[in-house]
């Protein structure tokens, strides 16, 4: 099973990019999901996160700018990311709970990261 992580790019302050984290594989579903990020010198901190049922949660410096979503035929997750700020540059992780059909449980995983740069 892997996450791919991909989506990400240069920008300038104000723009947006979308964010796709895809799992491939034998797996049944995807269970919590979420995107965290770490900047340069900094501690991975989480960004947003979705539920298997739907609901989120997010970060306080990213709330009413980014949306969490899921497309569970596709075992894909998003991150939706609007008026970028400067701020907002760093490495970006997708990480999943993942469950399998011959497996009780979910299991976790991580994607590889995608860097995202916001600069004029």
């Known amino acids: 099973v892997q996450l791919q992580a991909s989506g990400g790019g240069l920008v300038e302050p104000g723009g947006s990019l979308r964010l796709s984290c895809a799992a491939s594989?034998?797996?049944?579903?995807?269970?919590?999901a979420a995107w965290y990020r770490q900047a340069p010198g900094k501690q991975r901190e989480l960004v947003a996160r979705?539920?298997?049922?739907?609901?989120?949660n997010y970060a306080d410096s990213v709330k009413d700018r980014f949306t969490i979503s899921r497309d569970n035929a596709k075992n894909t997750v998003y991150l939706q990311m609007n008026s970028l700020k400067p701020e907002d540059t760093a490495v970006y992780y997708c990480n999943a709970f993942i469950r399998f059909p011959t497996k009780s449980g979910s299991f976790d995983y991580w994607g590889q990261g995608t860097q995202v740069t916001v600069s004029s």
């Open positions: 979705i539920f298997s049922e739907g609901s989120t």
């Open positions: 594989g034998s797996i049944l579903s995807i269970n919590t």
